[in-house]
């Protein structure tokens, strides 16, 4: 697995890439999302959930990851990091600006 940065100028095309075949019913994806601060430690935000798709709004800055019954909203990421493999995205990492993690791992 190689583990990049994605450059901010990439996120609104990485995203729409990657949620395109969920949008039309190819593939079935799971995620999982974690959240990790200073303050709280560990928070386990889902179990295993469907994906319904992640996007960002460049214009609002924020990043949602919809999953079934949830739209996990991410004001002003500050970097995102992928995990892939293959073409496969494993994990993702969002950095908030305050340094709290968002883990999203994808099966």
């Given at each position: 697995m190689a583990i990049r940065k994605l450059g901010k100028e990439e996120w609104t095309g990485f995203f729409n890439r990657f949620s395109r075949p969920l949008v039309t019913g190819r593939s079935i994806e799971y995620a999982e999302i974690r959240i990790l601060s200073d303050d709280d430690g560990a928070q386990q935000e889902t179990g295993w959930v469907p994906l319904k798709g992640i996007s960002y709004d460049a214009h609002g800055d924020t990043l949602d990851v919809a999953v079934n019954n949830l739209d996990h909203l991410i004001a002003h990421p500050k970097?995102?990091?992928?995990?892939?493999?293959?073409?496969?995205?494993?994990?993702?990492?969002?950095?908030?600006?305050?340094?709290?993690?968002?883990?999203?791992?994808?099966?």
């Open positions: 970097d995102i990091f992928v995990d892939e493999f293959d073409d496969t995205v494993a994990c993702l990492e969002v950095v908030r600006m305050d340094g709290t993690k968002d883990i999203i791992e994808l099966r």
